[in-house]
């Protein structure tokens, strides 16, 4: 009897170690043309490019709201913003959903999320969790525990959040199959990175996107107001780091007393030596400042530069502790039996119009990287153009551990696509809908559609449309509403566009959508 008992248990303990763990490692405004599998003349991500060489790399995976808590609520939910109720970054997520994470664990998942998590409510669905709280911190960050307090924590934002995650595989029930989510703040604004990367990217010079110096001329409404300037609105002593002591007597670029305040709050979070270091590094830029006193184009040149020396050198913090997860799960004989996911909750605009952020429908922030390894599974470097969308992580999830996925999900499983059982998935066009119209960055909301070809957008607020083929056009600058030969493809899509609205049972803006204010022309 104590045999049988024995074998049960020795049975169970093998069918359940059967199925695959999951590692989803989300990094924070991490744009695709930052990691080398991806594009190459930027920079350079050994590690995460290993998950793409040893997996599958998706160049076309697309967000529906792009910005932070709206995708990470998605992500939980399989749902667009408007059904899982957040719609912007301050909306707080309602922690009684039921949730991917919760449907995991009934299924005998262990569940773990460490990191940046940005829904404001309790993490729920998790058997641990430790959490950044709002946006966190790059240096000595707090984090919040599962007993409600909060601790800072000594180091570097990326290094604690793997070291917390590694040390939670090191000591989780070894009998059951485990998700972990391991969201990382890098590298997000302000983008602070460590001495050791700023020591290796502050010399380096980047290449200049072809829209760099682009203005706003001949743009709708939208493009008018927003306030994405790397030039304008990026900040020279946050942002940039520049010490406000070099600004003083140059009257267009001298810093109100908070950005003051708060360049040396940033400062003053960095443990000595290293904080004279940095600063001392920086320093330099304050000096060419002060000897150039640039304006327009030329002050745009440097700020570029310096936006993207800042941001890679995050990004390598990222790619470094990538590496670390790998080797874990070599060192431990998990690479066979896990798959590891690596992405971010947006894109992010590097340059491109001359801007930083995202939120828009472009491209730009509307697609975000994917790429994932699952041995066995998915053959080694395989490239997929299939469009796929952050409401299929959820599916996709639940499909690759054995369970059904609700039909309240509105996403799909895109495990016939990472597999190589389907090309694309029956899904000819995905639905955008962006709501949060705030001090930062004042996006005006819009809705929309992306298709194969074509992507329509709707401004509601101003009524404006904009249509573009992104097959002519991939970096969507050419506006085609009003073009005469696209008028048959602007009502085709407006008629799609209304029925994925209604399809996916979003009620805003209702009814029939008006054509748009009329040519001046
Ligand atoms: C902060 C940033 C914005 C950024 C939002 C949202 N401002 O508010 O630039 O768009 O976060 O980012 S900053 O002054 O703090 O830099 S998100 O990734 O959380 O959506
Ligand atoms: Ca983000």
Known sequence: MRWLVFCLFVSSVTAAQKRPNIIYIMSDDHDANAISAYNKKL???PNIDRIANEGILLTRCFVGNSICSPARATLLTGQHSHKNGVKDNFT????????????????????????????????????????????????????????????????????????????????????????????????????????TYIEQFHK????????????????????????????????????????????????????????????????????????????????????????LKPKGKELLKWKYQWYMQDYLACVASVDENVGRVLKYLDENDLTKNTMVIYTSDQGMYLGENGWFDKRFMYDKSMRTALMIRWPGHIRPKTISDAMVQNIDFAPTFLNVTGSDVPTWMQGVSFVPIITGKKKSLDRPYLYYHYYEFSTDHTVIPHLGLRGERYKLIYFYTVNEWEL?????????????????????????????LIKLRDHYDDHEPAGELPDGTPSKK
């Not at 525990?145 to 000594?154: K, P, W």
């Not at 107001?225 to 790397?230: D, H, L």
């Not at 573009?468 to 799609?496: A, C, G, T, V």
């Open 43 to 45: 920079t350079s991500t």
């Open 204 to 291: 380096k010079t980047f290449p200049e996107p072809a829209t760099l110096y682009a203005d706003t001329t001949g743009h709708g409404s939208a493009w008018r107001i927003q306030t994405m300037s790397i030039l304008t609105v990026m900040k020279l002593c946050s942002d940039l780091k520049v010490d406000p002591k070099y600004l003083d007597d140059i009257p267009w670029l001298k810093p109100d007393s908070a950005e003051v305040v708060y360049y040396n709050a940033i400062m003053d979070r960095i443990p000595q030596p290293d904080r004279d270091k940095i600063k001392e590094i920086y320093s330099e830029r304050g000096k060419l400042l002060q000897r």
């Open 468 to 496: 573009y083929d992104l097959k002519n056009d991939p970096n969507e600058q050419h506006n085609l509403i009003r073009s005469p030969s696209y008028q048959e493809i602007f009502s085709q899509m407006k008629k799609e």
């Open 92 to 195: 707080h997520f309602d922690s009684s959903r039921i949730t991917m994470p919760k449907l995991l664990q009934q299924t005998g998942y262990q569940t773990a999320l460490i990191g940046k998590w940005h829904l404001h409510s309790y993490p729920t669905g998790f058997d641990y969790w430790k959490i950044l709280p709002g946006q966190g911190q790059y240096f000595e960050p707090a984090f919040i525990n599962m007993t409600g307090d909060t601790v800072v924590q000594h180091g570097y934002a990326s290094n604690i959040i793997t070291d917390e995650a590694l040390s939670w595989l090191d000591r989780r029930d070894k009998t059951k199959p485990f998700v972990l989510f391991l969201h990382h703040k890098a590298p997000h604004r302000y983008f602070f990175p460590p001495l």
